[in-house]
């Protein structure tokens, strides 16, 4: 290299060098505003709007053509019967998934790298396409209708990769030498995971579930495909009954002219907003309590 | 025990297998009644009129023009983010910022269209600088919203593929007498960069598959146009606007949320695989 390469006006120290860090440096912290103001201008819009319908009346009435009366108690219900529903189904079989991939597969073999990958590309398929396999699937060919377990089922699918992932991951935190000393003991492999391993990872698979039940509750679109979309008054009394659920409730509202629906979605927003938060609390003080660091 | 747990882990290929049956046959069907040429080269796009028409080219545009808005926003700024967080902030002030942004994205997607409709549309008609103002429903302020969405994803993966580079390079960039300026963008940026690109590829595939704020806050117009003011109607927004009518199983409205379906899946699925492969490469560089 020739002196003539060296650019002097960016050498280190120089003014030129100086005020270009500066410059990028407040480009990014631009970057991260956008990111932070949105959240802040979302957050303040949702609850502008709510305040003057935040009562009780969105947690005590059903549906109503008269935006005074209505409220989204059948859509509350219907979340907490879907969610629940879901959270049974889903947990075992992801944490069994998990199991299997973590302490039993051969990476090498064909099948286990296909499992693998599957799951990595299912995490990621659009969760309206969930909706057609719920709608083409599990309602119309299963015949499970427009119902509860409808919901459930489609909703299983759908985070049970989320489920997977996290549950793996909390089980590959815990260390190999508990297991060597559990097997040197003379336990089986399977006793190794049922009395050492599953205990260890606990937290972190309760944190996982956590969340990947909370993305199912704000999920709408596919289950506006099986058809969540219907007036329901009522609350569902078990998984083949109707239903209706809070993200679809507030679609629907939202998609009203009058202006008094919009508020009442915005107040709607805000309960779906406060039980996200309280999910989320949960998993991060079982996180920070009983999450143990090796 | 362990078979049954094989059995679970099989669920999840036997839940793609379901989906691509599910979408499959119907798709098949419909294209026995309506030739793959009039579905991809024409554009009047009215399945559930009398007359039908089958062509699909204005959902496609539409789904391009709010994926590029998207990107947009959430590729400077997601970038932007993720070099901030990698190699300029304190260990500390990361461990906050960065659950802060993650929040984004567990915000339910209504939400944000709920977002886009009262709050992003009506300050974008109030302070438009030049022509007419967008209308009521419109792709600009639904993709917008839709890239801040997103943003965590190409935040958080960047910033993933970044701090996996060594500490020996930026060292060696430093000791040559390289800036921070210099270090973060000739030297970690390009080490990271299939990283980089797979976050990007992954938000276009979310972006391509978004329903819920362009069915709220685009409209629901098939209209074959590029501008981001007029409302449209994207790929996603169409099936969920189909689902809710309710359509009789068999009938060619009901097959077309699927052929439909199976466009979106195809094109998502060939984004997934490619961002998984690159994540698999800056992986296999450095550990």
């Known amino acids: 290299m020739s002196a003539g390469d060296i650019n002097l006006r960016d050498a280190p120290g120089s003014r030129a060098r100086r005020i270009k860090d ?10 991260l505003a956008v990111g932070l103001i949105t959240l802040g201008a979302l957050l303040v819009d949702v609850v502008t709007t709510a305040w003057p319908r935040l009562d009780w009346r969105v947690l005590t009435n059903f549906p109503s053509g008269f935006p005074d009366r209505a409220g989204a108690q059948s859509a509350i219900m219907g979340t907490i019967w879907v969610v629940g529903l879901t959270g049974l189904i889903c947990v075992p079989i992801g944490l069994g998934a998990a199991v299997y991939l973590e302490e039993y597969a051969d990476e090498e073999r064909w099948h286990n790298r296909l499992i693998e990958l599957n799951i990595q590309n299912l995490a990621a398929v659009p969760s309206i396409v969930y909706g057609i396999l719920g709608l083409g699937f599990i309602s119309r060919a299963l015949g499970f209708g427009q119902t509860v377990i409808a919901a459930s089922l489609t909703l299983t699918l759908l985070v049970l990769p989320i489920m997977i992932i996290s549950a793996r991951e909390a089980i590959r935190a815990v260390p190999p030498s508990i297991r060597q000393a559990s097997l040197a003991l003379g336990a089986t ?6 009395h050492q391993v599953l205990p260890a990872a606990v937290p972190g698979i ?13 999920e709408a679109a596919p289950l506006i495909m099986i058809g969540g979309l219907t007036f329901v008054t009522f609350n569902p009394d078990g998984p083949f009954s109707a239903f209706t659920v809070l993200p679809i409730q507030i679609f629907n509202w939202i998609s009203r002219p009058q202006d008094e629906f919009r508020v009442l979605a915005a107040a709607a927003i805000v309960v779906l907003l406060v039980i996200l938060l309280l999910m989320n609390a949960t998993a991060i003080l079982l996180r920070n309590r009983y999450g143990r660091r090796w | 025990m362990r078979t049954l747990m094989f059995l679970c882990a099989l669920l999840s290929v036997g839940t793609t297998i379901a989906i691509l049956i599910a979408l499959a046959v119907p798709t098949l069907e419909f294209f026995g009644e309506v030739s793959l040429r009039e579905f991809f080269t024409t554009s009047d796009w009215s399945p559930l009129f009398e007359p039908p028409g089958f062509g699909v080219l204005p959902l496609i545009s539409a789904t391009i023009v709010t994926t590029f808005w998207a990107l947009v926003v959430c590729v400077p700024f997601g970038l932007g983010t993720a070099i901030l967080l990698s190699e300029y902030a304190s260990p500390r002030a990361r461990s906050i910022l960065k659950p802060v942004i993650e929040l984004l994205a567990g915000i339910p997607t209504v939400v944000y269209g709920f977002f886009a409709l009262t709050y992003v549309t009506p300050l974008l008609r109030e302070h438009w600088p030049i022509g007419d103002p967008p209308s009521t429903f419109n792709a600009l302020s639904a993709g917008l919203v839709m890239g801040v969405m997103i943003l965590p994803i190409v935040a958080s993966l960047s910033e993933d593929a970044m701090t996996a580079v060594p500490d020996s390079l930026r060292a060696g960039a430093a000791a040559l007498g390289g800036s921070r300026l210099q270090v973060a963008t000739r030297v970690v940026v390009p080490a990271a960069l299939s990283g980089i690109v797979a976050s990007f590829v992954l938000a276009i595939s979310r972006a391509l598959g978004e329903t819920m704020i362009v069915l709220i806050a685009a409209g629901s117009a098939p209209q074959l146009t590029g501008d981001p003011r007029e409302a449209m109607q994207t790929m996603t927004a169409f099936i969920a606007s189909a689902g809710i009518g309710d359509q009789s199983t068999g009938s060619i409205g009901y097959k077309t949320i699927f052929a439909v379906g199976s466009t979106l899946f195809v094109a998502t699925m060939v984004m997934n695989l490619f961002s998984i492969r690159l994540v698999r490469r800056f992986r296999e560089v450095y550990e």
């Open chain 1, 22 to 31: 500066l410059a990028f440096q407040a480009l990014l912290v631009i970057s």
């Open chain 1, 189 to 194: 492999e399977w006793q190794t995971i049922r």
């Open chain 1, 206 to 218: 309760a944190t996982g579930s956590i969340l990947a039940l909370s993305r199912a509750i704000g």
